[in-house]
Every structure is written in structure tokens, then in C-alpha cells.
């Protein structure tokens, strides 16, 4: 399969990937609770912009027993996993710099949180943008890492090769 060809075929698994996450946080985490309240309230007791708020009260929480580790665990590990895929493919199928990938994941990620938030389904917290960016970042650099060692390893096979035939020829 040539470049253009692979970098066409990513580009369509991270659109994929990138609707997949967009279903997971949408439905997923359905919240069924206060549907009839208007945006204003509903938005008091269901919206934190303030970084690591809820990640802070949670650990705080847990430690008392009023939150468990699965809660915990999902809103920052979970947010963190399933972001990481689309660092890798970002990387991967789109050519440019990671500061317009950032831009773009954190664009999608406030879109998440808003729609959350619109549609009653979920909550609209900074932290999840956060966790989002990190997974991201993850990606990114477990892409670059294994791009770099693969690169490596070609330039010493390459270069073996080389000595190999030199020294052969004399």
C-alpha cells in the first residue's frame, strides 16, 4: 500500500474513531436525572469550569468513602484512554503541526462537554477537556516514540546492508 493510499485510510479511521468518541460520551453517559429543568438550572448544578475541581473533590471523596474508585477512575483515566487512539491517528494521517492537532481536540472536546450540557445528557466539566488533551499528548508521544525506534532500526539495517556490500566489493 503507497503513502497516499495509508494516509487516506487513517484519515478515515480517525474520522471514524473520532464519531465513535462522540457516541460513547454521548450515550454512554446519559445522566436521566432533572431533563425538564431549563439550561440556567440545569447548568448550576451540572457545569465546572474551574481545572481539576472535580477531579480534586472526587480523590477528597474517595478517601472518605462518598465516591467510588470505578467513578474516579473513569473521569480521568477514562477520558485520558480513550484519547490516545486519536493522538496516535492525528499524527498519523494528518501532516502539520501537534499545536493544530491540540487546537482540534480541544475544539471536539468543548463540543462534547457542550452538547452534554445542551442536551441534558451529561455534565459540562473542564476536566474531561483536560483529560481529553492529556490522552491526546499520550498518543502523540507513543506515536512519535515508536515511529522513531522503527526509523532507527532502518537506518542500522540500511547501514549493515551497506558495510555488508563495501565489503564485499573490495
Known amino acids: 500500500m503507497n503513502s497516499q493510499k495509508r494516509r487516506y485510510m487513517l484519515r478515515g479511521l480517525s474520522v471514524a474513531y473520532a464519531l465513535f468518541l462522540l457516541y460513547l460520551f454521548l450515550i454512554w453517559g446519559r445522566m436521566q436525572m432533572f431533563q425538564d429543568l431549563p439550561l440556567s438550572e440545569y447548568a448550576k448544578w451540572y457545569v465546572n469550569v474551574i481545572p481539576l475541581k472535580t477531579t480534586v473533590e472526587q480523590l477528597r471523596n474517595l478517601s472518605t468513602g462518598l465516591v467510588n474508585t470505578g467513578i474516579v477512575l473513569a473521569n480521568t483515566l477514562g477520558h485520558i484512554l480513550v484519547f490516545i487512539p486519536l493522538g496516535a491517528l492525528l499524527e498519523l494521517a494528518y501532516e502539520g503541526t501537534w499545536q493544530k492537532h491540540l487546537l482540534l481536540v480541544t475544539v471536539f472536546s468543548l463540543l462534547m462537554e457542550l452538547t452534554q450540557l445542551v442536551l441534558h445528557i451529561g455534565s ?15 498518543g502523540l508521544w507513543l506515536t512519535k516514540a515508536v515511529m522513531g525506534t522503527i526509523k532507527r532500526k532502518q537506518t542500522m539495517r540500511r547501514t549493515a546492508i551497506k558495510k555488508k556490500d563495501n565489503q564485499m566489493a573490495c
Do not use: K
Open 124 to 138: 459540562f466539566d473542564v476536566d474531561a477537556i483536560i483529560f481529553n488533551v492529556v490522552g491526546y499528548f499520550v
